[in-house]
């Protein structure tokens, strides 16, 4: 029985209120067999459940769309999403965008408040930019304003250097990069703002898929660095905005 | 005015020699031999040079205290300094305070003015004390409220569980915890605040020093969570501060 | 020919006495050539041997499970099976079970003996899921009562902490997660029951393919938790098995 | 006394506010400063709170000691003590003994009652002797009979096959070993017990201080083992008995 | 035309001494473009050189034993040899056998003369045929004889302790296992001839690809055993061989 | 009781033969409660058990001597042994000897006969020499001819070249090296005799304690080339001792 | 508009001086979306920008080949590209030639003047040829005379050592090889002139797809050996042109 | 008799020719029982044998130096000396100078003429002051010229953008950094020279000892970097120098 099912039954006097209110507060982390859906997430932290779709079918990412859509949701976020799995999700949800170098799923008609402060989003390389995307959307989704400065890595220092005044425009600084991730010690050492250094899987050999880069940012000599794993751009974009929320909405 | 300039002036007879040798040694960054003061620093970024004692002997420690000292430094931190150290550099420095479980020494008598937002620092077990306290002391110093919640491990998590109202009242929490490192998911999992997590090398066997609490925050299923080196308290402190300087000084 | 057939021939004089040990020997390890089957392995401990179908051939399995069927076995187990195995295995043994989750055979029309006490099997995650069903099959295969107590994540501890009374009805509680593992040392914390801990390779980057979980596993602040490998939910329920027929079987 | 009993003396004006400040702070989770004692702990698990003695300085330790007695606590377990903390702490608990290889001490005047089974501790070598002793004192003082099987390494492997029988006779059996701990294996394969296994950091070169024992452990080709942490002895003794709890008490 | 050849021809002055050198020259390390194979490497060390497929093409493998044959090579061994391969160099070399477990091809009209002693072969599971079989393979094409003990893990002890005497009547032991490799202790204590352990990349999570056997071996607590890298089945025949030498040869 | 005593009560008649010969029995393996000595080992394989002395105190090292001694033990070697310990042990066993750079004590008043075959242990570097004496001292004790190589390291190249005929006159050769490890490799292509690798732990840096030479010696691309632990110069000495003895006695 | 394109408007008098500067310098680095190149590096170091193909799709390699030549580029390197990759780029770029072995694109009329000094570029085995022949090319390409040295192992030392003067005659040495890497060290110590050691991921089982021999070469008994990333032709044929330069050009 | 008095006796006609000859070679590499000298090294190579003092007895360093002074050796260079060891060496060699900082011994009263390029050491902290300062002297002592540039950390990398004009003045360039390694890649990125990379085992938690910088610097972004060993100034030293040569010496 879903939530459309028990208002209709309370509404035909069926279930009194106390049976439609326990119902719903079964309902409200929603089993799909595969999936439970924690509905009051968004209630309790302001903000709503992430889909991570890797390691789920095109037919399970769906499903779960599906069902959050039944259930009113208005904001729907999606990471490490296959084509594929996009157009299974988007035939059930229309208005559901994609975008194929971040490979997430938005659906976002009302977009959430903005907060006051700016996130920058900061990467090394070209090849970086999967996940320096998905930072840039997770933040945009969950209500900030977010301004792009990518492939200013340490080998081509100057390009960094010429664009000091975006750093300084910013509540808080993500920082993507692979290979010895020296871009993080670097913005560290530049600016006085919370830098979010995210290690990628970019590089070969003793890169270690991304180890060498997460270590080199957790003995970052720059301080106020902290650090998510690796290539977890949604992560990162989460803490910036978890960090920029502290400075209240615009419209405050 | 730069050493060049001293130079010119002092060729113009603007300067005595006298005036230009102490000018030259109060030099922005100052060289004592073994050490370059950045006393510039505070100005770009609003926190003074802290000094690092582990490496250092007494002498110098004592040393860049004095020099710090005879700059004008009203703000003086140190950390990871033995006993012996802050003896020494307490000769040199009256007032300076020491704290024998932070194992860090404080010059302050003109606190920097606080910040509007509470910072709470969250540890484990009594084991994980050292680092907690250096996050502690960090923050304050820096100009941040602190609230301790202390050995509250998930071995025992009803302790966790019956304080939550105190993860509530903060802007940004620091949690330190060594062995498996689950802290830092319970208190993601409990609250929408920024959580620094802090590994320490608390544990044996499998603890490798502090490496498996370190993999564990990274990899936490919280979000929110973002992770400093194992056992940097002044890197949380400092993080944490970062951070909290979003919402402003009480006074403004 | 099996045990019973050579016996009776033995009994019928259709066999002299040597001709009947040679046979016998042969027999309770019985050569394939590609695997030797220990058909007194039943015997000797009270649990079959048990199919590990990963790296034998779909012929191989259906070989096997043909070989056992023949040998009077009335309890057939085999993990890691693909569906083509499984449906190579059910030609050849008529009312084998597959279960695409777990990706276990089953055949066993004759259930083993209850055992008193009751396994709880609870998992952190919907990734999890494969591994807590290999447990969980292995566990009701091998004679235990089952109860699952799925994605109950540490991210979203109110789950698990509102049903706690599930792990109070168990003898023995197997948890498994991956990424940080925290679920080992939280239902560790909650409850005085032995806790068989199952690391999952679910995760990405710093999770090192279920190391992260099973290191932070072996370290659990919680005493009453021991470890099995990575993924091996099989050994997991064998061992939850093992200690379950210490409280003795229902009937008894 | 518990808290709610405080305040209803207090409310009933059996305490003056004094007494009552005093015992609250006393009370059951004793904080001693450097350390909390959880004095609820045995009512809500059946096992008292044990004192992990490394890191804790020797006047910590009688602290502690102290304080338990001081609540009444009739079962003191210590372990990781140096004979020094031992003498400390025995100087304010008479009676207190020490076992100087397992380096516990040890509180213990009237025993809890016996478990039904029977715990069989084994071990490789002398060298895994300290390790080997920790889990039987622990063992022991939560109430099972405990049969030692030392020095039983597989390089000379007739020593443990003479004495399968001591194997037969265990509810559960502790395996102990360090260097490449195939004791686990060849005692797993010889029973149908649960098999804790507790790697020692017993070796050198490629050991890498219990490493490749604990990853032997892991790996046993035989089922019903699981591991704890490398030198963990508490931990095993600990699990098993909590194993042990399932055959019910002795007098029962 | 090999060295013979070429000295036949400067005898028959076919060839002037300068024309001979130059032949012999390019000769002994014949040049294919992709491998030069060395010619002398028989008469120099009595083991011919042996073509590891791996990472060569079916074309690139065809043509080596194609030049082989044309120098009068009359042992031909080459391993980790694909089917497809095979069938490539089966067709410039009528006679080169296949053996699809050990995936190696032998060309060996005339074998080696025997040395006088006897090479064991044993191994834990099915899994790890392909490595046993190739330390067959091997050892035998060197000129020895060899007896298999196969399917003799420690998981089932009474297997391998059933079969003893066949470990005493060997010169030489090769023990290939996977998982914990428990069997290269096991075997070294149960006998005083040399060991050489095999660990396989059999196993899954914990056991790293043959790591945790690796390390097992090399910690063995049994002495008198040495070992080989992860998977080298021919590396182990090699060896056990050239130990096999110091007993001379059987016609001797 | 002791051996001694046993024999005197069977002369005395106050113990029948049968009596005797089982308390003998299970006096063969004495325990001294630190440790057990397998007094049938020499029986069983030809080679006394060794003391490993590292982790024994001074008093448990002599006392083991002693027991040896007492039951008229002629060949006692020990390895890992302080001078100090050396120094107890000599007390109580006149005619004990020590080696400093080997850290060896060794009674052998009348040495075992000599295998027919030489072992040649050739050395990197001087900081290789205490590895490489614990093999050279252990295969002669054993009952072998060794020639010594030293101070071979393939940085100066020539060095070994110009003494390749000593390895052409050994049976066994063991290669012992630091840092790289390249010797065994350089040896290896040079001869077709068994070679035996023992990295040890010489370096600094990324040589990790041994590990760099101990991987390096594993996949040497010469055959032939088996390895021991790091710093196991007795096992290599063991090893080879155990492979020499192929060749048959000299005396025979 | 291309540069050409700005001069020629420039020229044209269509822009002002200081249009077109600005037009250049926003040119200069240009963004093709997904990758900005970075024209003024040539004129900068000497070196133009080089291709990385790895990550990038074939249209996006074609396009920036295109870019690049549209700007005019006579010297274009890219390293990586798959065939598939080059014809895309050939199509846009005739001219264009493609190295199966190294996986490198090259165009290149007009090479580069020669540096004076010549580059050895020497290998272990056949399977080290693509990493050896990227080295090659990239020094070639670069303007450096490059002598090959190939199939030089240490298995065979005689092969390297009977061509020592081929070393003599380098300014700087590149040495490849996979495995064990010994190769650097023997080279290392043959010759004073300064080795660029480049580990390949040659190898199976405990070569750790290169990290053992990387490991081993910075381990180097030699003096006079740094090392590159695992696999890193281009980076080695680069160091060593840097190196190389400083022996001026030829023409000079 | 050294080198000296044997041409003496030669030239007195005391010894044939012959006679010489063998005295000198057998004195080339002369040995003292723990250290073979390779006295025609400097002929060699140019550059004198180095004596590595760790992990040598002060006895051992004295009698080196006095060994080779006797042989006539005009320059000695020997690293990571301590104090207590100096003081031995300087007893039996006057005008022996030592550096507290590098902890290297230095005898050179008539240095070797310089080479025309220059060097530069760069190192990022203060605690990379010993690794740098053992590159300095190294290099200074082989004949060049050496320019330092300290404490250019990329936490406040004004310091180093303030001098790049050092580093264009370089013909090579040592940098050295503990922590997160990034001054490589920023040196690196700044400059075409070539740059040897020397990672310290400074910092502490996940810096583990040195690794992460290593393998940071491995993964430069930059090209023209190549790496030696943790902590060995003396190799990079070393390498500048082999680089340096290839410019010519000044006086040429």
Redesign the interface.
């Known amino acids: 029985m879903n939530r459309t099912e028990i208002l209709q039954k309370l509404s035909a006097q069926e279930l009194t209120v106390e049976e439609a209110e326990q119902l719903l507060q079964a309902d409200s ?1 929603d089993e799909l067999g ?3 859906i ?1 509905y009051q ?1 968004e209630e ?4 709503p459940e ?1 889909i991570y779709c ?3 079918t095109a037919q399970q990412v769906a499903g779960i769309v599906k069902n959050m859509r039944e259930h009113g949701a208005e904001h729907i976020l999606g990471t490490r999403c296959s084509e594929e799995k996009y157009l299974a999700a988007a035939a059930v949800c229309p208005g559901l965008q994609y975008d194929q170098t971040a490979r997430t799923i938005v659906y976002d008609p009302e977009p959430f408040p903005l907060n006051r ?1 700016k996130i920058v989003v900061a990467c ?4 970086d ?1 999967p996940v320096a995307k998905e930072a840039v959307i997770t933040a945009k989704f969950l209500g900030n304003e977010v301004e792009e400065l990518f ?1 200013v ?5 100057h ?1 960094l ?1 010429s664009r000091i005044e975006i750093l300084e425009r910013a ?2 600084i993500v920082a993507v990069a692979g ?4 871009l993080a ?2 913005i ?3 600016t ?3 830098v ?1 250094a995210v ?1 990628t ?32 751009g ?3 974009g ?2 910036a905005h ?3 929320c ?2 209240g909405k615009r419209e405050e």
């Open positions: 982390s595969y999936a439970k924690d997430r309790r932290t302001g903000v992430v890797e390691g789920k402060g090394a390389g070209t090849s930019l492939d890595g340490v080998a081509g220092i390009r250097l509540s808080v290979m010895e991730g020296a010690s670097v560290g050492g530049l006085d703002k919370p979010i290690p899987s970019v590089g070969y050999g003793a890169s270690f898929h991304g180890v060498t880069a997460l270590l080199a940012m957790l003995n970052s000599c720059a301080s106020g660095v902290s650090v998510v794993n690796i290539d977890n949604f992560g990162a989460y803490m978890s960090i920029n502290l400075g």
